[in-house]
């Protein structure tokens, strides 16, 4: 298990108490970044403690951790911890209506994500907070208001009833989408602020193991069944079973009014998803019975309320889940806080400040980047001219590895800034759409004249990277 970074850096006294409002991913994990830098540290959370109220498993869709997220727990000296219960996943495997599949690398070899339990994830992290003495987690919290002005928090237990009245000193929302810290500060002048949803659901259904708890699919890759307009996708689990989700439109020919009778889902599979349905017996009970979840994405400005409040993770910037960044997102807003804390110490309006204008640009850059994942994960994954055009970007970065680094790998493989990456990633795009009309087969990319124009192009991004 690595040092943690900051604990180093730590000064022991003097250090404001901290507040954190919400233990879901960001907030348990900032529990521990500000304990370990000496900060006594509160915790709200208005759900029950998910180790001891048994929740159940398999109900949401599992995380994709990658760099940013791995960076952010190494910073805490965890990441060796949750890589044991984490499956790498190299590469999106295709299924076609005729169950015949394709393959896509995510990056270079032994590159890959992680699928990771959320529940999982979330446990491990409430255990290390409660091994630490500096914590105080206080769960059934309900956060029903915060007082700006008077810097109290309005708070209800679910479990007694009691309401009582807290003050903060330092309070950071980590209390995600639907966040009530937020809420108070939306109600402050010129608060800017916007939610926007798709028309999009999604519905959590199961593969199962087999009946040697083995994996019916490829075990170490995401699977996905692109159809154009919606699509199904399925990660893997320790245990042999699959998290599948299907995202779906809310209205429609094909869509969740038009799927309400177990026959008519059954019927449905069985075309669009027959190589799936023999390992989903669960399938119609499941949809039936599984609630259907929305699409949201959050915006907001500022994140913070003088040197006081900060917002982090979903409360500011909810995004959709079709990068699996949301949550590697709000893991770096950790990591980014705990750097800034190192360069300004306990100038907190610096590091507040300095926080939201990194952050900003580069939560809404990931924000675009999610929306654009969703199209080519449900649409152009199954054309094979998209998968010959990733072929051919992965031969220019092989050839050009200074000046060409593929969109999917700056976002998941590096810490390129979000708003970088996409800025770079909209260049790259539009070199490709030049490119690839000359191109039939992957032999072309050796062609004079293909590399010449090749040639050319990164010649213009030197001349680009030399004037910056
Ligand atoms: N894979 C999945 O299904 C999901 C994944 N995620 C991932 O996790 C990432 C990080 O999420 P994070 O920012 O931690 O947000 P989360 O929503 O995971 O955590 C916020 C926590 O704060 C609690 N909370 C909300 N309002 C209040 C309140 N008024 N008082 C006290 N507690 C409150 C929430 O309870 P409650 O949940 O009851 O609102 C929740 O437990 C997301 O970006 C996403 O990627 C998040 C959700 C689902
Ligand atoms: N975790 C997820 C949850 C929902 C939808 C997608 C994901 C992904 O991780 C997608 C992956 N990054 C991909 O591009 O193939």
């Not at 309401?163 to 209390?175: S, V």
Request: proline share 5%; net charge negative; hydrophobic share 40%.
């Amino acid at each position: 298990m690595g040092t943690p970074s900051s604990a180093a850096t730590a000064a022991a006294t003097d250090l404001s108490p901290c507040t954190i409002m919400g233990a879901g991913l960001v907030g348990s994990l900032l529990a521990l970044y500000l304990a370990r830098r000496g900060h006594v540290v509160d915790v709200y959370e208005r759900r029950a403690d998910p180790r001891l109220s048994g929740a159940v498993e398999g109900r949401s869709i599992n995380l994709a951790l990658s760099d940013r997220g791995w960076r952010a727990l190494e910073g805490v000296g965890i990441s060796e911890q949750v890589r044991e219960v984490a499956i790498p996943m190299y590469r999106r495997v295709m299924h076609d209506q005729q169950g015949r599949l394709t393959y896509q690398p995510y990056g270079r070899e032994n590159q890959a994500i992680y699928s990771v339990s959320r529940g999982g994830l979330n446990r491990t992290l409430l255990n290390l907070t409660e091994a630490d003495p500096r914590i105080r987690m206080h769960f059934n919290e309900h956060c029903q208001h915060v007082d700006l002005r008077a810097r109290r928090l309005e708070m209800h237990n679910t479990l007694t009833d009691q309401e009582q009245t807290l003050p903060f000193r330092r309070l950071f929302g980590a209390d995600g989408a639907y966040s009530a810290v937020r809420g108070a500060m939306q109600k402050t002048d010129r608060y800017e602020f916007s939610q926007s949803y798709l028309e999009y659901g999604y519905k959590e259904l199961t593969i199962e193991a087999g009946p040697n708890s083995e994996w019916q699919l490829e075990k170490n890759a995401l699977h996905i069944w692109p159809r154009g307009q919606y699509m199904m996708i399925a990660l893997p689990n320790l245990d042999g079973s699959f998290n599948c989700t299907l995202f779906f439109p809310y209205e429609g020919q094909e869509s969740f009014t038009a799927l309400e009778t177990a026959p008519q889902v059954q019927e449905f599979f069985k075309e669009r998803f027959p190589d799936a349905v023999p390992f989903m017996p669960d399938l119609a009970e499941e949809f039936i019975q599984n609630p259907t979840g929305s699409l949201i994405t959050v915006k907001c400005f500022p994140w913070v309320h003088k040197d006081e409040i900060v917002l982090l993770g979903d409360a500011s910037h909810a995004i959709v889940p079709f990068y699996g960044q949301g949550m590697n997102a709000g893991f770096e807003d950790c990591s980014v806080l705990d750097s800034l804390l190192n360069q300004y110490g306990e100038d907190w309006h610096m590091v507040f400040s300095e926080f939201q204008r990194q952050r900003k640009p580069n939560a809404d850059a990931m924000a675009d980047l999610a929306i654009y994942n969703f199209e080519e994960m449900r649409d152009r994954v199954a054309n094979p001219r998209f998968l010959l055009q990733k072929k051919i970007e992965s031969k220019i970065s092989a050839q050009y590895p200074d000046q060409w680094l593929p969109l999917y790998s700056q976002v998941t493989f590096s810490d390129t800034p979000y708003a970088d990456a996409w800025a770079n990633g909209q260049r790259q795009e539009s070199i490709m759409q030049r490119l690839m009309p000359h191109i039939q087969t992957e032999a072309d990319y050796d062609l004079p004249a293909v590399q010449e124009m090749v040639r050319q192009e990164m010649e213009k991004i030197d001349a680009l990277s030399s004037m910056a």
